[in-house]
């Protein structure tokens, strides 16, 4: 176990530097295109196209690393003020519903990823390309996140219960006000 975790570190790492440099493609690109026109040269064609595509797949490349390393979205004023232990179940079940919706998607991702590449669906724009060719990312990044979230459920449930830090502020409400 501890050895597909560390490969899915690796993984999970490697994506966020593809998401990076994505990231470092389309601004370098859009750049390009701006200094183009400021000059009266014609656009690159396919640049609007390309972004979309390297934003689609940044965004799916950089989650798995959000999740590992506790920057994504999360919603702790219930967990701040709930005992240890239901904080800790509480943070079971949520990778436990990550990992489920991971496999969900990730099963559904690869069956279309799979349909597309043998019926030959092409992606018809300014660029024509087969569309398994942007179908990849979403299996790919399911299955790291569901590996992720994994791992952060077998490390959660062998630690003991931890207490969450209090919010200094919520919006509305005042310190004194806080139970």
Known sequence: MRVLFRLNGWLVHLLCVLAVA??????????????LRMFGFPSIIGLIE????????????VAPYLLRTNEHVRVDIVMARIDPASAKWVECGVLAAIMLISLITGIVGGW???????????????????QWWLDWVIPLTSLAMLLQALELLVTLYRSPPLRHAATEAIPGIRPDELP
């Open 22 to 35: 994505l990231i470092a493609a389309m601004m370098l690109g859009i750049s390009a295109e701006v200094v």
């Open 50 to 61: 390309l972004t979309e595509y390297a934003l689609f797949m940044s965004t799916f490349f």
């Open 112 to 130: 279309l990823m799979l349909a597309s590449a043998r019926e030959g669906t092409l992606v018809f724009k300014d660029l024509i390309f087969p």
